[in-house]
Structures are given as structure tokens and as C-alpha cells.
């Protein structure tokens, strides 16, 4: 978006809201409604199996099909997906990343498409085309975890996508880096700025050494990076961060890479506001979060976010409805329209308090790069585990801050009384579900695509991707032609799995400073020593994400917690099957089975986990799970097995460990 100059009122930001479930036809469908309301972009919410590369069809993909997210196996859906919406027209944000190359490639293709239709130029089209891919793939390794390939490869597609749409599609921002999921994952204000910035060293770094893109042309590529950030409820230290941010990469794109048009080095970057800082228990206070945290990104007009999507009220409980969607698009309409907000120039600037704070975040920013920079590079600090162990212990510190009253949450450790919420009132059904049936038809689908299409072309497409993998050459065209014959989202994965292959990031948990001189952890320290004294035995529990939920940041902490109170701790990362998890289980002979699911499919892999262990003779062994499950869920949970269930309302680590050795206690008939 164009930057006024500093005598005009500033334009206000793109519009977002993060959307999409259960189908290409229902996404389509609700797009469009938001349009029509004001939405001035879209911003593409995908399923789990569409992040990770596999089709609804498969064994990982049970349970996930549609929950988080529009399902996109292959044109056919993307066709649907954007049906009606003129892409040459349309400003289009994806969270994607694994896959980005693969999603860019259909979205180019049905734009193709488009313009032949309409018997335009096809190249003016692209020319036009207008968004933003996330294809961020570090902060999938520290964060989210809906990476596929190891490190090298993923850096190789970022790195090919990048070249191709600077030379295709000029106006495309083809990496969106990701600092959002650091901060959700333990970052500090410091650290979240540094790690991007990192990320984006590595990838400009990547860009110009591959000898893709001209030295002339840097200018460009950085002119097409933007970056994705998180605003957390403390306004004025989150606004000051921006500020730092937008002079450290003004410093860096000069100094590192030679790019001399400030235009071209100004931080483009836009926002969702903190949706793992929202709370479950009195959900209604969630409104006013999101309103401040909007204010950080929004205050400082030489640090203003270009694009700007909101949670809605009750995504701690669910996945929101279209009207809570609308709610939070009046909010930022309110801001941009009723307000003076845009009519001045930066109100900060000046402010010795301010600059102080900024100078403090950029200094230490400064510092965590240059050690980053030290052992190798972002690249390198992944594999490591260095950055992953720095970001687990960072958020074990803050939950002790929560924990102990330190920091408070309203509503949740401090001001915990409160009236009935008439939003949650019985019959107001305050989240939307998603039909079982989804998942069955989008299998049935994927069936009739496969049978319809030229299977003879699917595989010589799918032979040259695998062949131009295992060169040097760019990849965009190859997948481009998957695109265009019909070539499904798991094919195009599972051929460049055949020759990446796949990896497991570290989990950082071992590395995490451990907590001391809490006399509850202590408590609970001497009953496992206690309980182990009478079985004879360690006590072990096994901390296990089942499917494709990759945010692992309360299995981590809940894994910490549990090795700092005496268990023996058995954590191997994201992404297993139940059956996975089961033969764990029985392997290492433990003693409670804890299970993290946020995507919404914990009615169908969590009873598969206690059905297994019965089967394998372990039926003793309980089974319990935490995440964002619905009162009614819970219930059928309890009903199928599940020994105790947790949500984000039950924040307090160490009063769960201690419920854990009690539950043992009574599994083994121990007073």
C-alpha cells in the first residue's frame, strides 16, 4: 500500500480477519460476506493437513480435516475457494508455509486461468496480483510446527519462491517473517525482534548467494519482504518495539545489503494481536485485550502496521462465528474511521520516555543477533536448539511470573469473581463447530479428483519435480505444471519428502533452565519422591500432541514443570499417531499419559490413545488431556476413558502435577 506523504491524512490499513473451515465452498461463501462488510483483504486460515503437506486421506490427517482452516488438495479447491473473487482485484494474505510454494503455484495458476477466461493478458495479471505468502519456515521449527522438510531444503523453496516472484509477480510479498508465534512461544520483546530479524538475515542472505537475483535487483527483493508481527497487551512497551524493529531493519537493508532507496528499506509489516494471550475464563474481557493490543501497532505512525487482522472474543473457547468475526472488524473500523488517529504525524516522536525504551530493546536486540550470528546463523541456531531452549525458558519464566501473581491476568489469577456471561448463555451457542461429516466428504472428493484427472500427467509432472529437486535449478515452474494436472497437495509433499526427506526439530525442553526456590514445586517434589519410595520405581509420564497441532508450547512447559517436579519425562515433539504414542507408552513402562490438542480434534485422537493402551494390555495406565475443549467435549471425554481434562483455565502447572501424583496414587491403590 502506497505511504502518504507526512503533510496527508495516513491511509488506513488493510483490513483482515484470518478465515476459513471446513470446505473451498464455505470458505468462499464467508469471504465474500466479509467483503461485503468492509474487509479490505483476505486472509487465508488453512487445515492442518494442508499446512503439513498431506491429503485429507491420510492416517495423520484423521481429525484435522477442515477444523483450523479451508482444506486445499489440489486446483480444483482453489478454483472454488476463490470463485466469484477477481484475484488481479483482491489483496490476499496465506498462512502457509511448508507448502507455500506449492499454494502459491495453484493461486498463480487459477489467476492464469482467470485472465484466460476474461481473454486478458495473462502476464499483466500477474503483474497486478497483490498479497503475501508467510513462508516463514523458522519460526515453524521454533514455534508452530508445521514444518516439513529439514532446514536446508525449506530455506532452498523460500529462496526459489522468492526469485521467481520477483521476476513474475513484482507485487507479491513472497515471505511475510513470522515473529507472531515467537512471542506466543516465550519471546520477549527483545528476542521477537531479534529472531526475525535473524530469520531475515538468513533469507537475504540465501537470496543473494544463490545467484538468482541480481545485486542490482536486492533492492527489490527486500522492497517484497515483509514481516508478521504480535502485539501483546502491554501497548506502550509493544509499540516501542515496533519502533525498534522499523530502525534495526532501516539499519540492517543499508549497512548489510547496499540498499540505498529508503522506500525500499521501510519495515512493511502486518499484525494479528495476541490470540494465545486471550483468556477462557471471562472471555468478554477479551474485547478490550484486543483493543489495546490494536493501539500498539496503530499509535506510532512511522511505525504503523500496513495490514491488521483481530482475533475475535471467544477464540479461547472455539472457533469463532462469522458475527464475532464482524464484532472484531468494527473494531479496527471504528479506529480508522470515528477516530482522529490518522490525521497527525507521529505522536511519539520526540518523547524521551519513548525513545529510552526503544533504544533499550534495539541495544539488546543488537546483542541477541551478534550471538546468533556467532554459531552460524538462524539456520544453524535452529539446529542447535539455541534459539528453540531460549524461547522455552523465556516462557517457563513468564508462566512462574503468572503463576505467582507476579503478572496478572484479569479474570483468571486476580479479579476471579464474576456474574454470568449472557454471551455463554445456555443455548447461545458461543462458538461455531464443525460437522463431522466434513472430513468424510472432503475424502470422498479427493477420490473423485483423482479419478477424473490424467493420472499419466499427475506422474510425469510429479517425476519432473523430483528430478529438478535433485538439481539446483528453481522449482516454481516444476510445481506450477503439479498445479495445472491436477497433482494433490500430499503428492507434491510426499515427492519432495522422497528427496529432502522429513525432520523433527529439537524441543528445547531439556535445555530449559530449571525452576528453583518454589516451595509448591518442592511440595510436590518430595510426594513423587514419596510415591516412587512406595512403588520401587521412577515415576514417568509421557507427554504426547497427537495429529497435526503443531503449537507445542504448553506440552513444552507442561513437559518442564514435570522433569522440575521429579518425573522422569518422556516428550518426543509434534505429529504422532495415536498407535504412535500407545507403543511409547507401553516401551517406557510409564505412569500417567498426558495428551495436548488445541486444533479441535481431541474427540478423535485422544479416545484412539486410550482405546491402544487397552488393547496393548496397559489400560491402567490413565490418560489425561489439556487444550481448548469445549464444557460439552469434556464430558464425552470423561465418558470415553479420560481421567481428567484441562483447559487454558487451569493455568497453574504445579497444582496439575500434584493432581497427577494423586491420580497415580489412586491408579495404584496408594493412600
Known amino acids: 500500500m502506497p505511504y502518504p506523504s507526512d503533510h496527508e491524512r495516513d491511509r488506513p490499513w488493510v483490513m483482515r480477519t484470518y478465515a476459513g473451515h471446513s470446505s473451498a465452498a464455505a470458505s468462499n461463501e464467508l469471504y465474500r460476506r466479509n467483503l461485503a462488510k468492509g474487509q479490505t483483504g483476505l486472509s487465508v486460515a488453512f487445515d492442518l493437513p494442508t499446512q503439513t503437506g498431506y491429503d485429507p486421506d491420510h492416517q495423520l490427517s484423521r481429525g484435522e480435516v477442515g477444523k483450523v482452516g479451508v482444506p486445499i488438495s489440489h486446483i480444483g479447491d482453489m478454483r472454488r475457494l476463490f470463485d466469484g473473487i477477481p484475484l488481479a482485484e483482491a489483496n490476499t494474505s496465506m498462512t502457509i508455509n511448508a507448502p507455500a510454494m506449492w499454494l502459491l503455484a495453484l493461486y498463480v495458476s487459477v489467476a492464469r486461468e482467470q485472465a484466460e477466461t476474461e481473454g486478458r493478458d495473462v502476464d499483466e495479471v500477474l503483474a497486478k496480483l497483490t498479497g503475501t505468502t508467510q513462508n516463514d519456515i523458522i519460526k515453524e521449527y521454533l514455534s508452530r510446527g508445521t514444518y516439513i522438510f529439514p532446514p536446508g531444503p525449506s530455506l532452498r523453496l523460500i529462496t526459489d519462491m522468492i526469485a521467481w516472484t520477483v521476476h513474475h509477480v513484482p507485487k507479491w510479498n513472497p515471505i511475510n517473517i513470522c515473529s507472531y508465534h515467537l512471542q506466543e512461544a516465550g519471546a520477549t520483546p527483545t528476542q521477537e525482534v531479534a529472531y526475525a530479524l535473524?530469520?531475515?538475515?538468513?533469507?537475504?542472505?540465501?537470496?543473494?548467494?544463490?545467484?538468482?537475483?541480481?545485486?542490482?535487483?536486492?533492492?527489490?527483493?527486500?522492497?517484497?519482504?515483509?514481516?508478521?508481527?504480535?502485539?501483546?497487551?502491554?501497548?506502550?512497551?509493544?509499540?516501542?518495539?515496533?519502533?525498534?524493529?522499523?530502525?534495526?531493519?532501516?539499519?540492517?537493508?543499508?549497512?548489510?545489503?547496499?540498499?540505498?532507496?529508503?522506500?525500499?528499506?521501510?519495515?512493511?509489516?502486518?499484525?494479528?494481536?495476541?490470540?494465545?494471550?486471550?483468556?477462557?475464563?471471562?472471555?468478554?474481557?477479551?474485547?478490550?485485550?484486543?483493543?489495546?493490543?490494536?493501539l500498539a501497532v496503530s499509535l506510532s505512525r512511522g511505525a504503523r502496521a500496513r495490514a491488521i487482522q483481530l482475533p475475535a472474543w471467544n477464540e479461547a473457547l472455539g472457533l469463532p462465528r462469522p458475527w464475532d468475526q464482524q464484532w472484531a472488524l468494527r473494531m479496527q473500523q471504528v479506529l480508522a474511521f470515528e477516530t482522529d488517529l490518522l490525521e497527525y504525524e507521529d505522536i511519539f516522536d520526540?518523547?524521551?520516555?519513548?525513545?529510552?525504551?526503544?533504544?533499550?530493546?534495539?541495544?539488546?536486540?543488537?546483542?541477541?543477533?551478534?550471538?546468533?550470528?556467532?554459531?552460524?546463523?538462524?539456520?544453524?541456531a535452529v539446529e542447535s536448539g539455541y534459539m528453540k531452549s531460549q524461547l522455552v525458558g523465556s516462557l517457563a519464566e513468564y508462566r512462574r511470573g503468572m503463576e505467582n501473581g507476579e503478572r496478572v491476568l484479569v479474570g483468571v489469577n486476580k479479579f476471579a469473581t464474576t456474574e454470568p456471561s449472557p454471551l455463554q448463555a445456555?443455548?447461545?451457542?458461543?462458538?461455531?463447530t464443525i460437522d463431522p461429516a466434513v472430513e468424510k466428504e472432503a475424502v470422498a472428493a479427493l477420490e473423485d479428483w483423482r479419478s477424473r484427472r490424467d493420472n499419466d500427467a499427475v506422474a510425469r509432472s510429479l517425476a519432473t519435480l523430483k528430478e529438478t529437486a535433485q538439481t539446483s535449478a528453481n522449482l516454481f515452474e516444476a510445481t506450477v505444471d503439479c498445479a495445472r494436472t491436477g497433482v494433490t497437495t500430499g503428492e507434491w509433499a510426499g515427492a519432495l519428502r522422497e528427496v529432502f526427506g522429513e525432520y523433527r526439530a529439537p524441543t528445547g525442553v531439556s535445555a530449559a533452565a530449571a525452576g528453583g526456590g518454589d516451595p509448591g514445586i518442592e511440595r510436590v517434589r518430595e510426594r513423587v519422591r514419596a510415591t516412587e519410595a512406595e512403588l520401587g520405581e521412577r515415576l514417568r509420564i509421557l507427554v504426547g500432541k497427537p495429529g497435526l497441532d503443531g503449537h507445542s508450547n504448553g506440552a513444552e512447559q507442561v513437559a518442564?514443570?514435570?522433569?522440575?517436579?521429579?518425573?522422569?519425562?518422556?516428550?518426543?515433539?509434534?505429529?504422532?499417531?495415536?498407535?504412535q504414542i500407545t507403543a511409547a507408552a507401553v516401551q517406557e513402562g510409564v505412569h500417567v499419559v498426558g495428551l495436548s490438542v488445541l486444533s479441535g480434534s481431541h474427540l478423535e485422537v485422544v479416545p484412539h490413545v486410550v482405546d491402544g493402551l487397552r488393547a496393548a494390555g496397559a489400560g491402567d495406565v490413565p490418560v489425561i488431556v489439556g487444550g481448548i475443549i469445549p464444557p460439552d467435549d469434556a464430558a464425552l471425554l470423561t465418558e470415553r476413558g479420560i481421567a481428567r481434562v484441562f483447559t487454558p483455565k487451569d493455568y497453574e502447572l504445579t497444582d496439575i502435577m500434584d493432581g497427577i501424583v494423586s491420580l497415580i496414587r489412586e491408579r495404584h491403590g496408594l493412600s
Open 198 to 294: 535473524c530469520t531475515a538475515i538468513a533469507v537475504l542472505d540465501a537470496v543473494r548467494d544463490s545467484g538468482q537475483v541480481e545485486q542490482a535487483d536486492m533492492a527489490k527483493v527486500v522492497a517484497r519482504i515483509s514481516f508478521f508481527v504480535n502485539a501483546g497487551v502491554r501497548f506502550v512497551e509493544e509499540m516501542s518495539k515496533m519502533r525498534a524493529f522499523t530502525a534495526l531493519w532501516d539499519e540492517i537493508t543499508r549497512d548489510r545489503y547496499g540498499v540505498t532507496d529508503p522506500k525500499a528499506r521501510r519495515l512493511r509489516y502486518g499484525v494479528q494481536v495476541n490470540s494465545l494471550g486471550l483468556t477462557e475464563a471471562q472471555p468478554e474481557n477479551n474485547v478490550q485485550r484486543i483493543v489495546l493490543e490494536m
Open 350 to 380: 520526540g518523547s524521551h520516555v519513548i525513545q529510552a525504551k526503544v533504544d533499550e530493546i534495539m541495544a539488546g536486540a543488537r546483542e541477541e543477533i551478534a550471538r546468533v550470528q556467532d554459531v552460524g546463523g538462524a539456520v544453524a
Open 426 to 432: 445456555e443455548g447461545a451457542k458461543a462458538i461455531e
Open 560 to 579: 518442564v514443570r514435570a522433569r522440575d517436579v521429579g518425573f522422569e519425562v518422556v516428550y518426543q515433539g509434534i505429529r504422532l499417531t495415536p498407535e
